[in-house]
Every structure is written in structure tokens, then in C-alpha cells.
């Protein structure tokens, strides 16, 4: 008995799946299959949109505490004030650390600047998120921006209301000891406790970057401490070796 050979017809399925003409099938399900295009171009996947490290809900939150808090004490918060209103709140709780907070705070504020320029050109934000994002930069920012290119000068993180050494070694202790050592050093500068005053004026950006700096330093010297100590073991161990 003769095996009746498929029909063309048959090629119906894979066609009603994509709609797609038989050529173009049968030569895409053999770039599948090998790998290779043949005289087929292949066509390459679209890239998919970058995707923000922080939710758009995350963010209007960051900047609701941000705003409530200048709206009652007249100033903006502490890093570790805005991490401690924000415990709770946000989708992802391990975001609430003071120097992931400030980092976050900051590239709003760029994002502010850029958005900014962009509305007076006459583009608007589409998305009512970014919608909501704005106004809420623009509650807390809006008259400080300096140009297109905002340059970070040291005297703009400076406070208006200076703070307490002692609350500030609470804030900052590992940069308050380094302070009070630099202070001791400094001799007849230090008699009228000026480099104090003026760490009482250091604003919360620059205070937690530096705080940041100067943990960084004591690993680095434990460690250097650490080695040079299994160093000085190995040297005395060789050398009492060559006594016996």
C-alpha cells in the first residue's frame, strides 16, 4: 500500500500561528534549528528599556518625606532622618540605608535640573508618575538651580543653622574623631574652636560622602595594620629558626 505524501496544504498550522508567508517559515525555523541565516539578513531583537533601580512609587515617597520635612523644620533632612521616616514605606527594604537614600535624593535632583530645561523648551513629562515626580522636585527645589550645568561648589553644601559637635558625632563619628584629631593638631587654630565651627556648618551630602571616605581609610589601614603584623611574626619566626 502506497504512503500518500503530504500536501502543501499541510504547512497551514505554522502559517495561521505568525502569518507569515512559507518562505519566510520555514526559513526562520531553520535559523532556529542550525543557527545560520543563509541569504536571510537577521533581524535583531529590540533593546529593551533600561530599567529604573528604583520604582517610580519608591521615588514619589523619597520625595514626599523629603518635602514634609522642609515644610515643619524649614530645612532639608539628614540622610539618616529621610531613612528613618522612610522605614516602612518603600517597596524594597534594602534601600533604606543613609547613603543609598542621599545617593537616590541626588540624582532626583539632576533629574529635576534636566526635566527643568526640557519644560522650558516645551517638552512636559507624559507619564503621570513622572507627572507627580516633578511637582514634588519642583516643591522642594525649584529657584536654587544655577544654569544647564549645575557645578557643585563646596560653599552650596554648606548649612544656614549650624548643628552641635555632639549631634553631628552622632551623625558622623567616624568623621567627627578625624575632625577632633585635626583640631587637636592645628595648635593655635584650634584655640578659638574654629575648625569646629565650621564642621558644624558641613551639609548632610558632604558630611556622609567624606563619613564614607574615612571608614574606607581605617579598613584599609586595620588591614595594612594586620599584614604587616603576620609580617613581622614571619621575620622572627625565620630568624629564631636559624638560632636552633
Avoid at 518603600?90 to 533604606?96: D, F, H, K, N, Q
Avoid at 593638631?185 to 571616605?213: M, N, P, S, Y
Wanted: aromatic share 4%; net charge positive.
Amino acid at each position: 500500500m502506497a504512503q500518500e505524501r503530504p500536501s502543501p496544504a499541510s504547512s497551514d498550522t505554522a502559517e495561521s500561528f505568525d502569518s507569515a508567508p512559507e518562505s519566510d517559515a520555514s526559513a526562520s525555523s531553520s535559523e532556529l534549528s542550525t543557527g545560520s541565516s543563509g541569504s536571510e539578513p537577521v533581524v535583531p531583537k529590540k533593546p529593551r528599556r533600561p530599567v529604573r533601580p528604583w520604582p517610580a512609587s519608591d521615588e514619589i515617597a523619597l520625595l514626599e518625606a523629603v518635602a514634609a520635612h522642609r515644610e515643619k523644620h524649614g530645612r532639608l533632612p539628614s540622610p539618616h532622618d529621610l531613612a528613618a521616616a522612610l522605614r516602612g514605606r518603600l517597596r524594597a527594604e534594602g534601600r533604606l540605608g543613609a547613603e543609598q537614600v542621599a545617593k537616590r535624593l541626588r540624582a532626583l535632583r539632576s533629574r529635576y535640573d534636566a526635566a527643568a530645561i526640557r519644560l522650558s523648551r516645551g517638552t512636559i513629562p507624559v507619564k503621570d508618575d513622572d507627572v507627580t515626580i516633578y511637582r514634588l522636585s519642583k516643591l522642594i527645589w525649584a529657584g536654587t538651580r544655577k544654569g544647564k550645568r549645575e557645578k557643585k561648589a563646596r560653599a552650596a553644601d554648606a548649612r544656614k543653622d549650624p548643628r552641635e559637635f555632639g549631634e553631628l558625632s552622632g551623625l558622623y563619628p567616624c568623621l567627627s574623631a578625624e575632625v577632633e584629631a585635626i583640631d587637636k593638631r592645628c595648635g593655635a587654630a584650634a584655640a578659638d574652636g574654629v575648625l569646629k565651627r565650621a564642621f558644624g556648618r558641613i551639609g548632610d551630602d558632604t558630611a556622609a560622602r567624606l563619613e564614607a571616605r574615612v571608614k574606607m581609610q581605617r579598613v584599609a589601614e586595620a588591614r595594612a595594620s594586620a599584614e604587616l603584623d603576620q609580617l613581622r611574626r614571619n621575620v622572627a619566626g625565620a630568624l629564631l629558626r636559624l638560632i636552633k
